[in-house]
Nanobody
Framework: QVQLVESGGGLVQAGGSLRLSCAAS????????MGWFRQAPGKEREFVAA????????DYSDSVKGRFTISRDNAKNSVYLQMNSLKPEDTAVYYC??????????????????WGQGTQVTVSS
């Protein structure tokens, strides 16, 4: 069983930065693909970014490409999301997720079997 706990969310002004962290326990994540998703009020959960088990392959949604960076530290069993140039439309609950298929940079939520509880990110204009 894998437990994921996100942290680092908060309130920030437009143009600011936040760094989200996701710490795992219960099992090493070094062979898992890790992803970040978000869900804004009244909207469906959407893909944000993913990173394969080696950290060499990443993927981003078009809406965050060039502003967000996903990274991982397998020694710390953690994954991160550096968010720069934040916009009000980035406001959402951000979720960390783990996919057992570590070679695939998965974009769909159904490919992820483990989820954190989410952390709120609010960007004010």
């Amino acid at each position: 069983q894998v437990q994921l706990v996100e942290s680092g969310g908060g309130l920030v002004q437009a143009g600011g930065s936040l760094r989200l962290s996701c710490a795992a326990s219960g099992r090493t994540l070094s062979t898992y693909t890790m992803g970040w998703f978000r869900q804004a009020p009244g909207k469906e959960r959407e893909f944000v970014a993913a990173i394969n088990w080696t950290g060499r392959n990443t993927d981003y949604s078009d809406s965050v490409k060039g502003r967000f960076t996903i990274s991982r530290d397998n020694a710390k069993n953690s994954v991160y999301l550096q968010m720069n140039s934040l916009k009000p439309e980035d406001t959402a609950v951000y979720y960390c997720a783990a996919c057992i298929y570590g070679h695939v940079v998965a974009r769909t939520s159904s490919e992820y079997g483990y989820w954190g509880q989410g952390t709120q990110v609010t960007v004010s204009s």
